[in-house]
């Protein structure tokens, strides 16, 4: 099982990190929305047609998973061929460096987070900012090493100033990602954010609605949970204990010991 670095920086990591956390993930939204009670109940019976779910959603990756030696030719040529050349968005215009992701290709958790930020943009590595190492800590916390996870963003270049990425680089970037979990074949997918968790299970919900409940992607279980960045933010003891507790239902999931405390 080999860790594979999957980075083609331009050049050296320059001065100190400094990270501007991406943009708002509130629940705002969840909590001016009326509770779903206040509507009669039985009217929604008849008027609301069940929203048939997309086929990415819910189709199971096909055929058998690629064995170690071949996850790591194919991750590599796509980032050498694809994905550190790719012009497929404006985001092109403005990247220093192209950030793949980077971890285990046989990784049992695949984490993913919005896009680069400053320094990942410098470095070609995700999550190596402020944000970075507050993820870091939520994976030892999970009794793992940052190599034993694998690390992914939605879109592979940073957006200027950390604004959202737009829906047109969403849909140019992703076909990377599905590749790459395609190929990686997690037991568990993490989504950090509004963003990613949106992509992912194509859904308009707050961050307060997705998160701390199981998803499911193509067959891999899914969780969503706040974003770090967010989390540095919003660093209260309630969205604290919110997001240990996701973490503590992949860890159960995984079956790692779940400490008490
Ligand atoms: N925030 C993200 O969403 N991704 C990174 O790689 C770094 C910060
Ligand atoms: Fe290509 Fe993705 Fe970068 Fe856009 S964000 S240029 S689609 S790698």
Not at 28 to 49: G, R, Y
Not at 160 to 166: H, I
Not at 170 to 199: D, M, N, W
Request: with cysteine; glycine share 8%.
């Amino acid at each position: 099982m080999g860790l594979v670095s999957l980075r083609r920086p331009k050049h050296a990591p320059a001065a100190p990190a400094s990270e501007s956390p991406p943009q708002e993930e509130h629940e705002e939204s969840a909590l001016s929305e009326p509770p779903a009670e206040s509507f009669a109940p039985h009217t929604q019976l008849f008027s609301e047609k069940p929203k048939p779910l997309p086929v990415m959603l819910t189709t199971p990756i096909e055929g058998p998973a690629p064995s170690t030696k071949e996850k790591i030719s194919l991750l590599a040529q796509m980032n050498r061929d694809e994905v550190s050349q790719c012009k497929k968005c404006r985001l092109c215009q403005t990247r220093t460096n192209t950030v793949f992701g980077e971890g285990d290709p046989d990784a049992k958790v695949f984490f993913i987070g919005e896009g680069p930020g400053e320094t990942e943009d410098e470095t070609g590595r995700p999550f190596v900012g402020k944000a970075g190492n507050l993820l870091n800590k939520m994976i030892a916390g999970m009794g793992l090493a940052r190599e034993q996870v694998f690390i992914g963003n939605v879109v592979k270049c940073r957006p200027p100033g950390n604004r959202q990425p737009g829906p047109d680089e969403v849909a140019a970037c992703t076909p990377y990602l599905v590749r790459q979990l395609e190929t990686i074949r997690p037991r568990v997918i993490v989504t950090l954010g509004l963003p990613a968790s949106k992509y992912m299970l194509n859904s308009n919900e707050t961050m307060g609605r997705m998160r701390g409940i199981w998803h499911e992607w193509r067959g891999i279980k899914l969780m969503p949970t706040y974003h770090p960045a967010y989390l540095l933010r919003s660093y209260t003891e309630e969205n604290r204990a919110a997001v240990w507790s996701d973490l503590k239902k992949v860890m159960t999931e995984l079956g790692l010991t779940v400490p008490k405390k």
